[in-house]
């Protein structure tokens, strides 16, 4: 079992920036690849950026290529998503995940989820 909890998000203008956080539970943290994921209102969730166990594969969704970095540190349990040049179209609310299969997040799947972080960019 591996509990997820995000922090970080909040209110910022376009061009800013903002780094979440995602601290997980239990001893299993590095077996699991990490995803971000994303869901704006009236839409569906959209993946975001994953890194692998080791963090030495990443793998970005087009939309946040170059502006975003997902980075972990297995030590501290946390997976972070740096968001830099933020976009008034990156409002969402931010949701970490966790599976051991690296393909299961590629495909939107994932068998842990937190339960999100607003992020809001005005613009």
């Known amino acids: 079992q591996v509990r997820l909890v995000e922090s970080g998000g909040g209110l910022v203008q376009a061009g800013g920036s903002l780094r979440l956080s995602c601290a997980a539970s239990?001893?299993?943290?590095?077996?699991?690849?990490m995803g971000w994921f994303r869901q704006a209102p009236g839409k569906e969730r959209d993946f975001v950026a994953c890194i692998s166990q080791s963090g030495g594969d990443t793998y970005y969704a087009d939309s946040v290529k170059g502006r975003f970095t997902i980075s972990r540190d297995n030590a501290k349990n946390t997976v972070y998503l740096e968001m830099n040049s933020l976009k008034p179209e990156d409002t969402a609310v931010y949701s970490c995940?966790?599976?051991?299969?690296?393909?299961?997040?590629?495909?939107?799947?994932?068998?842990?989820w937190g339960q999100g972080t607003q992020v809001t960019v005005s613009s």
């Open positions: 995940a966790a599976d051991q299969a690296w393909s299961a997040l590629l495909a939107g799947r994932g068998a842990y």
């Open positions: 239990g001893r299993t943290f590095s077996r699991h690849a």
